[in-house]
């Protein structure tokens, strides 16, 4: 019995809630792999996990490229998960529908509660930088449990019936007025402090848009931008900056809380 997981994450935080899965899945061995390197053959799988996190209430705009050039199949086994600061709004919901018109079968899907890795939410207040709380955690747990089971029906070759994902009708609407250009707007411009910069090549490395090039220092491509923030987290010195924010609430990478708490 052989699963995948097919994960996009930034900062880290929906990468460890993977690996995290796959270390705790019995009757399944999982490899866990990252959209970014690239065009997997899942055909060999037997369930497919697809991971995200969420991005104004709905999924990245990589994400959903990425399954514009996925191949079709027919009735796989699949749940989907997604990682969440403030609020998950429809992004498991849409997650689903995406999968599901790539012809899996939806049987399973969580939403996990992490750190805030977003700066103008941080700058609020909602850091959530303790989550997950015991009673998410403990929830994690049992929809693992849940996928252990799925797994052994899978590998007896038992019919497993397809779940519907749970969403309230306003988050259906919400990510519908949401934007790339509203994103990029909200962010504004990204400037570099020369002065703090050393020519590491990570934030260009962090961008899933390649909305940034390395010359002498990181230039900015900002029509290609999607406002994900990754670049501004991502920097060793902070030297990336915007108007309003200069290095201030800048998440590089999972807190060592959550990384005790989703430690294997």
């Not at 010359?215 to 501004?232: L, M, R, T, V």
Request: net charge positive; charged share 30%.
């Amino acid at each position: 019995m052989k699963g995948a997981i097919l994960y996009f994450s930034l900062t880290g935080n929906t990468k460890m809630a993977c690996e995290y899965i796959k270390g705790k899945t019995k009757n399944s061995e999982f490899d866990v792999l990252d959209m970014r390197k690239e065009k997997w053959d899942l055909s060999k799988y037997d369930i497919v996990g697809f991971a995200t996190y969420s991005e104004g209430f709905s999924i990245p705009k990589y994400v959903k490229n990425y399954f514009d050039a996925m191949e079709k199949v027919r009735d796989k086994p699949a749940f989907v998960f997604s990682s969440f600061g403030r609020n998950n709004g429809a992004t498991t919901w849409i997650l689903a529908k995406w999968v599901r018109k790539k012809g899996y079968k939806v049987v399973l899907d969580y939403a996990l509660h992490t750190p805030e890795n977003h700066p103008p939410t941080i700058k609020t207040d909602q850091s959530y930088e303790n989550s997950p709380n015991d009673e998410e955690l403990s929830g994690f747990n049992a929809f693992i449990d849940k996928l252990s089971e799925v797994c052994l029906k899978i590998e007896n070759k038992e019919e497993i019936s397809p779940k519907e994902v749970d969403v309230k009708l306003i988050y259906k609407i919400i990510p519908e007025l949401n934007s790339t250009n509203l994103n990029r707007k909200f962010m504004g411009s990204k400037m570099v402090d020369d002065k703090l910069c050393i020519k590491c090549g990570k934030c260009a490395k962090s961008c899933a848009y390649n909305a940034i090039k390395m010359n002498e220092f990181p230039e900015f491509i900002e029509k290609q931008c999607h406002g994900c923030w990754a670049c501004y987290n991502i920097c060793p010195q902070k030297a990336i900056y915007t108007r309003q924010f200069n290095q201030y609430a800048n998440y590089p990478k999972p807190n060592k809380l959550v990384e005790e708490k989703l430690k294997i």
